[in-house]
């Protein structure tokens, strides 16, 4: 378990970004205690859900008297190291026709940067002639809806002259942003690192 030091104390656990351990979220749930706090937190609520998913899983498969499928530990390895790419999340803002920030109705909501590595590339691929490779999301602190992307892609031979093709690939790239995800991309980094033979 790892040792977070928050203010003066030291203490054993898994903080949240509101300060409070998931420890604690989980002895609150098991208990049906809630004060104030993880009555309004986000942070609190968003951990509450994923134990109570755990939680009624785990029953599940306590329940169960089928044995485990032979690849049951290579399945649940897989989703432990999913969930650990997934990373920093990006705060979603809605807005209106003008592109003005508005007050969200059903509550604050993120998307992770991995997701939007994955619209990102997506929209790479779709361009003919163009096989994304590596891409990297990175946030301007001073406007979290402003996206850096810097990305690699690998090119067909002779499909088109190369500036064409990644003006096509930014160009691509800005609309899934806005279209899919909310936000939009600010700088578009985009490096060709290898070529493959056309037919």
């Not at 897989?78 to 969200?104: F, H, I, K, S, W």
């Not at 690939?169 to 578009?188: E, F, H, K």
């Amino acid at each position: 378990m790892a040792v977070n030091k928050l203010g003066e104390k030291r203490v054993e656990g898994h903080p949240l970004p509101c300060g409070r351990l998931v420890e604690d979220v989980f002895d609150d749930l098991e208990a049906g205690r809630a004060d104030e706090h993880s009555r309004t937190c986000p942070h609190c609520a968003t951990a509450r859900r994923g134990l109570t998913t755990l939680t009624e899983a785990t029953r599940a498969l306590i329940d169960d008297p089928s044995e485990p499928s032979s690849n049951l530990l290579d399945r649940i390895m897989q989703a432990v190291r999913a969930e650990g790419r997934r990373g920093a999340a990006l705060p979603l803002v809605p807005t209106d026709d003008n592109g003005a920030a508005t007050t969200p109705v059903l509550g604050p909501v993120d998307v992770s940067h991995q997701a939007v590595a994955a619209v990102v590339r997506y929209a790479a691929d779709t361009v003919e002639g163009v096989r994304a490779r590596s891409c990297h999301v990175v946030v301007d602190l001073a406007d979290p809806l402003a996206l850096r992307i810097e990305m690699t892609v690998a090119l067909r031979y002779g499909a088109s002259p190369v500036e064409a093709v990644v003006d096509t690939v930014r160009a691509r790239i800005g609309s899934a942003l806005r279209g899919q995800v909310g936000v939009r991309a600010a700088v578009v980094d985009v490096h060709v690192v290898d070529v493959w033979p056309g037919e």
